[in-house]
């Protein structure tokens, strides 16, 4: 039989399924061992606490046994007093090894260790562990999610979704959507203008994107539309792809004020005529606000037959120029711990 040699598309796409397979078997791999380990310092802390509380063993009893393994294992790491103190809080924090193996076995260990830590309530902690599954937080996003209280703000904003989106799309729309949101990120001086606040979040569009959540598509800033032979513009479009739909947000450095409404309303009849696709579901407007009379907004929305929320946002606020020169610069701070250490 010859020895044919295959033409470069069908080798090309043998090459690309293999590839595709082994990253998926190195996925579901690392998963496993993942979901074992987690597992394995659940069985430990739950041995140290059934032994603790059975035999009235003390905390000292820990660090022998953070030595003895470490000495049996000692190419395993993570028998750590510190650490086996994590297993056993683990272990109390999640009773049930079926809890473990459903939920807190599918995060990775110090995921975990953070939610123990930052998180003391059992239903938020569940909160934050879905979350971190379904939107594959990494530490460093789980950490700036618990301390900006996202539990507590996910979903809270004043909205008319019910009124106006078929569910299921009204619920997702609505937990998508939080207040207040939390620019920590910008600092802004007390006469700043919505060109400014628009501006230091396009500088830092990467946080902005964490702030806003999965699922949002930067379209564009200062979008222009044209309608009746007049020019607007929006000052933020953005593409969700969970909800499939564009996502209008208007900022205002002032209080909300009903009239707000209408211009939103304007803007999405805009963009549903002239951007929205056949697939595409009906736009939503999110009016972010530096404050809101939650009674006001909620009057302001009703009747409304378009989809949009009101938040208000959160920035650092610039020191006032009368403090400014009384406290220390970095280089002076810097050349005061260099003098310490001479």
């Given at each position: 039989?010859?020895?044919?040699?295959?033409?470069?598309?069908?080798?090309?796409?043998?090459?690309?399924?293999?590839?595709?397979?082994?990253?998926?078997?190195?996925?579901?791999?690392?998963?496993?061992?993942?979901?074992?380990?987690?597992?394995?310092?659940?069985?430990?802390?739950?041995?140290?606490?059934?032994?603790?509380?059975?035999?009235?063993?003390?905390?000292?009893?820990?660090?022998?046994?953070?030595?003895?393994?470490?000495?049996?294992?000692?190419?395993?790491?993570?028998?750590?007093?510190?650490?086996?103190?994590?297993?056993?809080?683990?272990?109390?924090?999640?009773?049930?090894?079926?809890?473990?193996?459903?939920?807190?076995?599918?995060?990775?260990?110090?995921?975990?260790?953070?939610?123990?830590?930052?998180?003391?309530?059992?239903?938020?902690?569940?909160?934050?562990?879905?979350?971190?599954?379904?939107?594959?937080?990494?530490?460093?996003?789980?950490?700036?999610?618990?301390?900006?209280?996202?539990?507590?703000?996910?979903?809270?904003?004043t909205t008319n979704f019910t009124a106006t989106l078929p569910a299921p799309q009204s619920d997702l729309a609505q937990q998508l959507i939080k207040d207040p949101?939390?620019?920590?990120?910008?600092?802004?001086?007390?006469?700043?203008q919505e060109r400014d606040l628009e501006r230091g979040l396009m500088a830092h569009l990467r946080q902005f994107l964490v702030e806003l959540g999965t699922g949002?598509?930067?379209?564009?800033?200062?979008?222009?539309?044209?309608?009746?032979?007049?020019?607007?513009?929006?000052?933020?479009?953005?593409?969700?792809?969970?909800?499939?739909?564009?996502?209008?947000?208007?900022?205002?450095?002032?209080?909300?004020?009903?009239?707000?409404?209408?211009?939103?309303?304007?803007?999405?009849?805009?963009?549903?005529?002239?951007?929205?696709?056949?697939?595409?579901?009906?736009?939503?407007?999110?009016?972010?606000?530096?404050?809101?009379?939650?009674?006001?907004?909620?009057?302001?929305?009703?009747?409304?037959?378009?989809?949009?929320?009101?938040?208000?946002?959160?920035?650092?606020?610039?020191?006032?120029?009368?403090?400014?020169?009384?406290?220390?610069?970095?280089?002076?701070?810097?050349?005061?711990?260099?003098?310490?250490?001479?």
């Amino acid at each position: 039989m010859a020895d044919l040699v295959p033409s470069a598309k069908s080798y090309l796409d043998l090459l690309a399924r293999l590839k595709s397979e082994i990253r998926t078997a190195r996925i579901k791999a690392a998963l496993a061992v993942n979901s074992e380990l987690v597992r394995l310092y659940w069985k430990i802390g739950k041995q140290i606490l059934e032994r603790q509380a059975g035999e009235g063993w003390g905390t000292k009893v820990v660090e022998r046994l953070a030595k003895d393994l470490h000495s049996e294992f000692p190419d395993m790491k993570g028998f750590s007093r510190s650490n086996l103190l994590y297993m056993r809080a683990f272990a109390e924090a999640w009773p049930e090894e079926s809890t473990v193996q459903q939920l807190a076995g599918r995060l990775p260990w110090f995921h975990n260790c953070i939610v123990l830590d930052k998180v003391k309530v059992h239903q938020e902690r569940v909160w934050y562990i879905q979350a971190a599954i379904q939107n594959g937080w990494s530490r460093n996003v789980l950490v700036i999610q618990i301390e900006s209280g996202l539990y507590r703000r996910q979903g809270k904003a004043t909205t008319n979704f019910t009124a106006t989106l078929p569910a299921p799309q009204s619920d997702l729309a609505q937990q998508l959507i939080k207040d207040p949101y939390h620019f920590d990120f910008l600092t802004l001086g007390q006469e700043a203008q919505e060109r400014d606040l628009e501006r230091g979040l396009m500088a830092h569009l990467r946080q902005f994107l964490v702030e806003l959540g999965t699922g949002f598509a930067f379209v564009g800033s200062q979008v222009p539309l044209e309608v009746g032979g007049e020019d607007f513009k929006l000052d933020l479009l953005f593409y969700h792809l969970k909800l499939r739909c564009f996502v209008v947000i208007d900022l205002k450095m002032t209080p909300f004020k009903p009239e707000y409404v209408g211009k939103m309303n304007f803007y999405l009849a805009a963009v549903d005529d002239m951007l929205r696709h056949p697939g595409d579901k009906p736009s939503i407007g999110l009016i972010l606000c530096k404050t809101k009379n939650r009674i006001v907004a909620e009057y302001a929305l009703r009747g409304t037959s378009t989809p949009m929320g009101i938040s208000e946002f959160r920035h650092l606020a610039e020191l006032p120029e009368t403090l400014k020169g009384t406290l220390p610069t970095i280089e002076e701070i810097e050349a005061e711990l260099a003098g310490d250490h001479q």
